[in-house]
């Protein structure tokens, strides 16, 4: 399993290269750092500087599991709309989607939330419950997150930065998003929005809080690996979308038969174990002996029961 | 008078959470073991907590580095916790980001069933 983060607060050049290492660290795999419409700019003269960085960081010196083919991490740059109305969000989105292969928009404010919900151009609704007492969704805007497909996006920062009643309040609300997402179906994206190195957490660690507060292995799967994914895919093609459901090909495709253009995006597997691709799965070889030891057991016992049950059989059939 | 000490099949099980700390500030092995009961009381509660028997076994300081004129003290821990409560304790670890007005980061790195593998696989790699 891969880890998405999508958002991640961009700052400058030096804060980010601090906060992109540590990501890499952890065991993150894409990382897209996000910032305000007039800094985005600015941001991606040195984007290239921060990939040059990436890949040429020490893989011992990542907490990485030496059994994966990991190099390093991916890395994107996006627009956070923050503080802003119906009509701004509107101009930002004509400006920048063409620019941009990111677009989320914070939320907390009813108006917003339902505006952001209706518009298709935009990719993530961010924390609808910022600073209010409930979650910030209905059955309504549910039902417009998936008829737009606009994710929804939980931000851990919200738990770290609050304390007490406001942090349960927070897991509350992020319990009401995840009862929505299980009737409704929307696309809800799991993000750290780190802005420090401070905030960065390794990947095992944040799946384990999700499946504390009741998010099942799935839901923390397409949370932080189908979801996000499905958006990075969607909007390298964004641009040859016509209308909705209609795409623009290239001549040399009609030759590609539909076995060559199937999406390496893996549906998530029962069988998925987080510990496949992440960093600790050390315990005393003296316990799978053990264990071996055990089984050797059981299955002697077997066999000789199955052989019982055929004399028995044989007896009978004679 | 001292009590005996328990046959091995009536001790506790335990394993071993192999962290990895950044703070602002130095942190003394007896203020780690109050910050991870403190992370563990505010997120699960006194009544789970109880199930934990946390205890930090060794406590090294790996770097220290400036970012921004701040200085930034990195440590690896191992901190000792009840076998099968791993999950448990990694998550109300994870959830500390303050201590004292201090920033602090506690990443859980590794899981090891004993002190020497842990700190072979983990630390001095």
């Given at each position: 399993?891969?880890?998405?983060?999508?958002?991640?607060?961009?700052?400058?050049?030096?804060?980010?290269?601090?906060?992109?290492?540590?990501?890499?660290?952890?065991?993150?795999?894409?990382?897209?750092?996000?910032?305000?419409?007039?800094?985005?700019?600015?941001?991606?003269e040195?984007?290239?500087?921060?990939?040059?960085?990436?890949?040429?960081?020490?893989f011992?010196?990542?907490?990485?599991?030496?059994?994966?083919?990991?190099?390093?991490?991916?890395?994107?740059?996006g627009?956070?709309?923050?503080?802003a109305?119906?009509?701004?969000?509107r101009?930002?989105?004509n400006?920048?989607?063409?620019?941009?292969?990111?677009?989320?928009c914070?939320?907390?404010?009813?108006?917003?939330?339902?505006?952001?919900?209706?518009?298709?151009?935009?990719?993530?609704l961010?924390?609808?419950?910022?600073?209010?007492?409930?979650?910030?969704?209905?059955?309504?805007?549910?039902?417009?997150?998936?008829?737009?497909?606009?994710?929804?996006?939980?931000?851990?920062?919200?738990?770290?930065?609050?304390?007490?009643?406001?942090?349960?309040?927070?897991?509350?609300?992020?319990?009401?998003?995840?009862?929505?997402?299980?009737?409704?179906?929307?696309?809800?994206?799991?993000?750290?929005?780190?802005?420090?190195?401070?905030?960065?957490?390794?990947?095992?660690?944040?799946?384990?809080?999700?499946?504390?507060?009741?998010?099942?292995?799935?839901?923390?799967?397409?949370?932080?690996?189908?979801?996000?994914?499905?958006?990075?895919?969607?909007?390298?093609?964004?641009?040859?979308?016509?209308?909705?459901?209609?795409?623009?090909?290239?001549?040399?495709?009609?030759?590609?038969?539909?076995?060559?253009?199937?999406?390496?995006?893996?549906?998530?597997?029962?069988?998925?174990?987080?510990?496949?691709?992440?960093?600790?799965?050390?315990?005393?070889?003296?316990?799978?002996?053990?264990?071996?030891?055990?089984?050797?057991?059981?299955?002697?016992?077997?066999?000789?029961?199955?052989?019982?049950?055929?004399?028995?059989?044989?007896?009978?059939?004679? | 008078?001292?009590?005996?000490?328990?046959?091995?099949?009536?001790?506790?099980?335990?394993?071993?959470?192999?962290?990895?700390?950044?703070?602002?500030?130095?942190?003394?092995?007896?203020?780690?073991?109050?910050?991870?009961?403190?992370?563990?009381?505010?997120?699960?509660?006194?009544?789970?907590?109880?199930?934990?028997?946390?205890?930090?076994?060794?406590?090294?300081?790996?770097?220290?580095?400036?970012?921004?004129?701040e200085?930034?003290?990195?440590?690896?821990?191992?901190?000792?916790?009840?076998?099968?409560?791993?999950?448990?304790?990694?998550?109300?670890?994870?959830?500390?980001?303050?201590?004292?007005?201090?920033?602090?980061?506690?990443?859980?790195?590794?899981?090891?069933?004993?002190?020497?593998?842990?700190?072979?696989?983990?630390?001095?790699?």
């Open positions: 399993m891969k880890f998405y983060d999508l958002n991640l607060r961009g700052q400058n050049y030096e804060n980010d290269l601090a906060l992109v290492k540590e990501a890499n660290k952890f065991g993150w795999d894409y990382l897209n750092l996000n910032y305000s419409h007039d800094n985005f700019e600015k941001a991606l040195y984007k290239d500087d921060l990939i040059d960085e990436l890949s040429n960081i020490d011992n010196q990542t907490y990485r599991n030496k059994k994966t083919n990991f190099e390093h991490a991916e890395l994107s740059m627009i956070n709309i923050l503080n109305d119906s009509n701004e969000i101009k930002i989105i400006r920048y989607r063409n620019k941009s292969n990111y677009i989320s914070l939320g907390g404010d009813l108006k917003i939330n339902r505006s952001v919900c209706e518009n298709r151009r935009i990719d993530v961010s924390r609808p419950y910022y600073k209010r007492k409930d979650s910030g969704m209905n059955h309504v805007l549910a039902k417009e997150a998936q008829r737009n497909n606009v994710a929804i996006e939980l931000c851990f920062r919200d738990i770290l930065n609050n304390r007490l009643k406001y942090r349960a309040r927070v897991i509350s609300s992020f319990k009401e998003i995840m009862m929505f997402h299980r009737k409704f179906k929307f696309p809800l994206i799991l993000t750290t929005d780190s802005k420090s190195i401070y905030h960065v957490r390794s990947t095992r660690d944040i799946a384990a809080f999700f499946k504390s507060i009741g998010f099942s292995d799935e839901e923390i799967y397409n949370g932080f690996y189908y979801y996000p994914k499905k958006i990075v895919d969607f909007n390298k093609e964004r641009h040859d979308m016509i209308v909705n459901g209609v795409k623009l090909i290239d001549t040399d495709d009609f030759t590609d038969t539909y076995d060559n253009m199937d999406s390496d995006l893996e549906e998530f597997n029962e069988s998925e174990d987080f510990q496949d691709d992440l960093i600790d799965d050390d315990f005393m070889d003296d316990d799978f002996e053990l264990i071996d030891d055990i089984d050797e057991v059981l299955l002697d016992d077997d066999f000789e029961l199955i052989d019982d049950i055929q004399i028995k059989e044989d007896e009978y059939e004679a | 008078m001292k009590l005996k000490v328990l046959p091995p099949t009536l001790r506790k099980n335990h394993h071993y959470l192999i962290l990895d700390i950044k703070s602002e500030v130095e942190i003394s092995i007896e203020d780690m073991l109050s910050y991870s009961w403190d992370a563990c009381i505010r997120y699960w509660g006194e009544n789970h907590s109880s199930n934990f028997d946390l205890w930090v076994m060794r406590h090294y300081l790996i770097e220290e580095s400036t970012q921004n004129n200085a930034i003290f990195n440590y690896k821990t191992v901190l000792r916790c009840g076998r099968s409560y791993e999950d448990d304790v990694r998550v109300a670890l994870s959830t500390l980001t303050r201590q004292n007005k201090k920033r602090i980061a506690i990443n859980t790195i590794g899981v090891s069933g004993t002190i020497k593998s842990g700190i072979s696989k983990f630390i001095e790699d």
